[in-house]
């Protein structure tokens, strides 16, 4: 089966720009994460979606973090205005459900740097 | 709180030696733990989960509640077993909480 695909891969912006990444997930596969993994840091959860709608978006920072899962499959991340703290690698994953046999499986990332 | 920590940041070893990565853990319902790992350039992927006591790539992880533990180990390294390790807890709506990681480093 295909993996869960992001794009893009890297990306470079200015402090105050605004930046948008795409995740396809696995097919047939319920549930959407987005992690930010900070450098030497472990990923933390930013939001889920189980289909369509949102399941935890509790510790994300939504004056200027903004994601939404579009017909519940593909998913968007969108930040604006970035800050330099922001410049992260950014994980889509997806799994079937929530339950016991759900472990999410990972994309490759997207590399932020803020400047 | 619900927490995983990996208290080494690199562990390093040589060829043929047996390796154990630390995961200790704090939850007070009833724990699911993984093991995520990240060879270089590549994606982060499940190596192995409590729930299925199997062995993965000839690693091993016992969960053990009266420590909070779920320890990685194997008992001879190899070099293509160098990566960065994460211990995971999973918990409410079935998120993952990661620990920091650790960097193995299996020296020839």
């Known amino acids: 089966e295909a993996g869960v695909a992001q794009s893009p891969r890297y990306k470079i912006i200015e402090k105050r720009q605004s930046v948008a990444f795409w995740c396809n997930p696995i097919?047939?596969?319920?549930?959407l994460y987005w992690y930010q993994q900070i450098l030497g840091q472990g990923p933390k959860l930013l939001i889920q979606?189980?289909?369509?709608?949102?399941?935890?978006d509790s510790q994300l920072p939504k004056d200027r973090f903004s994601a939404e899962r579009l017909k519940g499959v593909d998913s968007t991340l969108k930040i604006q205005p970035a800050k330099l703290e922001d410049s992260a690698v950014y994980l889509c994953?997806?799994?079937?459900?929530?339950?016991?046999?759900?472990?999410?499986?990972f994309g490759p990332g997207t590399r932020l740097t803020v400047t | 709180a619900q927490r995983v920590t990996q208290p080494e940041k690199l562990l390093s070893v040589f060829k043929g030696a047996p390796v154990e990565l630390k995961c200790n853990y704090s939850?007070?319902?009833?724990?699911?733990l993984f093991w995520y790992v990240q060879y270089s350039r590549q994606r982060l992927q499940l190596l192995l989960r409590?729930?299925s006591r199997e062995s993965i790539k000839g690693f091993t992880a016992d969960l053990n509640k009266g420590e909070t533990s779920f320890h990685l180990k194997k008992p001879f390294a190899q070099e293509e077993d160098s990566a960065m390790y994460y211990c995971?807890?999973?918990?409410?709506?079935?998120?993952?909480?990661f620990g920091k990681g650790t960097k193995l480093s299996v020296k020839p």
């Open positions: 994953a997806s799994s079937l459900d929530t339950g016991t046999s759900g472990s999410p499986n």
């Open positions: 097919s047939g596969h319920a549930t």
């Open positions: 979606f189980q289909n369509n709608g949102v399941v935890d």
């Open positions: 939850y007070s319902g009833s724990p699911e």
């Open positions: 409590h729930i």
């Open positions: 995971a807890l999973k918990w409410s709506q079935g998120n993952l909480i």
